[in-house]
């Protein structure tokens, strides 16, 4: 058993004009995606993207929704020709999801280089800022969920899991997991409530946006546990789990715990391993009640009438899944995952605030928590508020977080070094090595790409060839290498037996 | 099941010396309060000046 699958996070940024308000966040988005592309020579044409593999429509329950009673913020598969979308050299998606910026990262194969590549996105995003910024007011983003004023806006992570694994034993194992995570890796919010109707501070941005226990909506009615069936790869053998409940993240500890542990949750419950009683009685309302409550001691009622905190839930998947490394082996990915998940629970269960250099919620509130003992502010006031937003700020001058971090109060598990190598390189171990590496050097030949095909048109065969990449993890470096550094791409379609 | 909840070991293990609980986390809390307020001045400087204007014109439309 192991931490390592085949997996990315997807992360759509908030986005404002400095005194503008009311500007249009689509032609802002555009302009984010399009400034990006342009500086590095990509093509941002919006036939840039291949739909042709795209199903949002498609529910891992078994059936679809029909078209015409679709919300129309689901239908992903139409183009919209007002909206940039480009493939980056490191196998990664820009493009304008509704009304955001969203970086889809490269899909990788372990927690640690989920996060590596995710912080590459806040690279991505922090150069688009910069060169904003000469033509002013420019654009500001924001790694964050919400605005607190009703919108929420999603960082999703997404898992492949074994298709032969039954859909109700992922919600089973899935749900009790995903009210209690939040204390290991939710973000932080200041406002209680949709609108931020009540004064004070909570755990997660994106709990009280929550409103189903399971359902195919990402943009209404937010279920928990989201059954989109869109697996990107061989549906016989993967489903693809895509998780829209979790926060931006913005502290390697709690990114990497969040993805890691649940992939080995998620590990468990393809083993058939889960063995333990722990539904709760209601999911949707202990999401809200563990997230209101920063000391971490608030319980929430189970099915078999035990009240337990998230601390005691995760305490017990951790069991689980030590167990399971133990009869099954390790390997130093998993080893430090879990090393990792049982320091955090071991902090949150003494005092919460001792875990300040590692969850990003915990280093938010203790900073808050100063501002207010110093200025005597109540969660009322707007700085409070302000400081909030502005945790977030990708621009190193600005964003609070990035301050923290420079000044070594953060627990670093990535270096500047391999972040910054990141944003220029794919992953080595999966298709995203192809993807990077054939719009980093063959541009030029790419009529379309998706996350599993390459279109290319053929300058000597005179003709245009669809390249399937239905395995995430074949066309990887050591198979595809020497094929792309010819930098001929007839010899490339040729070799990939296309 | 057992219902206790295992404290998990706290890191950076080490030889366990009885040292008073209480004295030991009022340490922790104020070395703590100590680095977050020496990075407080800092992040003074460069706070939107404006707090109030820059919270209300952080408006999003809903994602994903």
Same mark, same amino acid.
């Given at each position: ?12 940024? $908030? ?57 129309? #913020? ?202 333990? $009683? ?26 078999? $009438? ?5 601390v005691?839930?995760l305490t017990?998947?951790l ?10 082996? #390790? ?10 998940w049982e320091?955090l629970l071991g902090l949150l269960a ?16 203790? !900073? !808050? ?80 790409? #998706? ?40 010899? !490339? ?6 | ?7 998990p ?56």
């Amino acid at each position: 058993m192991s931490v390592r699958r085949v997996m990315g996070v997807e992360t759509e940024y $908030g986005i404002s004009v400095p005194g503008e308000p009311q500007a249009n966040p689509m032609a802002a988005s555009g302009d984010v995606v399009t400034t990006y592309a342009r500086a590095h020579g990509l093509r941002a044409a919006h036939g840039a993207w291949d739909y042709s593999d795209e199903h949002p429509l498609i529910d891992a329950r078994g059936f679809e929704v029909p078209r015409s009673r679709a919300d129309l #913020s689901q239908l992903t598969d139409i183009e919209d020709p007002t909206l940039a979308n480009v493939v980056l050299a490191n196998g990664a998606r820009l493009y304008v999801d509704h009304a955001h910026p969203e970086y889809s990262s490269p899909e990788v194969t372990s927690p640690r280089d989920a996060v590596v590549w995710d912080r590459a996105g806040e690279l991505v995003m922090r150069e688009v800022v910069q060169r904003l910024a000469a033509t002013p007011p420019g654009i500001n983003l924001y790694k964050n969920n919400t605005d607190g004023k009703g919108s929420s806006y999603g960082t999703h992570e997404n898992f492949l899991v074994t298709r032969r694994t039954p859909f109700e034993r992922i919600v089973a194992g899935l749900t009790p997991f995903f009210v209690a995570r939040q204390v290991m890796c939710g973000a932080g919010r200041v406002g209680i409530g949709q609108e931020s109707e009540h004064a004070g501070y909570q755990i997660s941005s994106r709990s009280d946006f929550f409103e189903a226990s399971v359902g195919l909506e990402t943009t209404f009615k937010r279920p928990i546990i989201n059954t989109r069936d869109e697996p990107h790869a061989d549906p016989d053998i993967w489903r693809r789990l895509h998780v829209i409940i979790g926060d931006a993240n913005q502290a390697d500890v709690a990114n990497l715990v969040k993805t890691g542990s649940t992939s080995l949750v998620l590990s468990l419950i393809e083993a058939d391993a889960f063995d333990r $009683g722990l539904e709760v009685l209601h999911p949707v309302e202990a999401l809200k009640v563990i997230s209101h409550d920063p000391t971490c001691t608030a319980t929430v009622r189970m099915r078999d $009438g035990r009240d337990l905190t998230a601390v005691q839930i995760l305490t017990e998947y951790l069991e689980m899944a030590t167990a399971f490394v133990e009869r099954e082996g #390790s390997d130093p990915a998993t080893d430090e995952v879990l090393a990792h998940w049982e320091r955090l629970l071991g902090l949150l269960a003494h005092d919460p605030m001792d875990a300040t250099a590692d969850i990003d919620w915990v280093a938010k509130l203790n !900073l !808050l928590e100063r501002y207010r003992h110093r200025d005597g502010m109540e969660w009322t006031d707007p700085r409070l508020t302000a400081i909030d937003i502005q945790f977030s700020d990708v621009r190193p001058e600005k964003g609070i977080f990035h301050k923290l971090e420079e000044a070594g109060r953060i627990t670093r598990l990535t270096s500047d070094e391999e972040v910054r190598a990141a944003v220029s390189t794919p992953p080595a171990d999966t298709r995203a090595w192809l993807r990077g590496g054939v719009v980093e050097r063959l541009g030029q030949h790419v009529i379309s790409a #998706s996350w599993d095909s390459l279109v290319l048109r053929l300058p000597r065969a005179g003709r245009i060839a669809r390249v399937s990449m239905l395995d995430p993890l074949a066309h990887g470096r050591d198979e595809t290498e020497s094929l792309l550094s010819t930098g001929d791409v007839d010899d !490339l379609v040729v070799g990939l037996g296309a | 099941m057992a219902q206790e909840q295992i404290r998990p070991e706290r890191s950076g293990g080490g030889d366990e010396e009885p040292v008073d609980e209480g004295t030991q986390v009022a340490a922790q809390n104020a070395a703590r309060d100590e680095d977050v307020d020496s990075v407080l001045d800092e992040i003074d400087g460069v706070l939107e000046s404006n707090a109030e204007e820059f919270v209300k014109g952080f408006v999003q439309k809903g994602g994903q």
